[in-house]
Nanobody, 117 residues
Framework: QVQLVESGGGLVQAGGSLRLSCAAS????????MGWYRQAPGKQRELVAE???????NYADSMKGRFTISRDNAKNTVHLQMNSLKPEDTAVYYC???????????WGQGTQVTVSS
């Protein structure tokens, strides 16, 4: 069973920065993609950014230019550097991992990010 442990959430003022980290463990297969999703109150969970084991990244349009995702394949970790944060970025951020070989998708417990105006 794959476990994802997140860290780095918190409270920040608008315009500030936060860095989220996620470490995966327990996988017998290579993790093909790791990324971050977020869910604000009353809204659906949405993709923030994702990176494949080959380094291909995918960002939601509203995050492009402000957020940067990076991954260490050897350590099975993924990081999300969030700059120029806005109040509308307030949400619970979830780490996600995908393993194509077994059609597996795994989630972290979530970390709260709150951006005050």
């Amino acid at each position: 069973q794959v476990q994802l442990v997140e860290s780095g959430g918190g409270l920040v003022q608008a315009g500030g920065s936060l860095r989220l980290s996620c470490a995966a463990s327990g996988s017998k297969f290579s993790i093909n993609a790791m990324g971050w999703y977020r869910q604000a109150p009353g809204k659906q969970r949405e993709l923030v950014a994702e990176v494949t084991s080959g380094g291909i990244t995918n960002y939601a349009d509203s995050m492009k230019g402000r957020f940067t995702i990076s991954r260490d394949n050897a350590k099975n970790t993924v990081h999300l550097q969030m700059n120029s944060l806005k109040p509308e970025d307030t949400a619970v951020y979830y780490c996600n991992a995908k393993i194509f070989a077994i059609s597996g998708q795994y989630w972290g417990q979530g970390t709260q990010v709150t951006v005050s105006s």
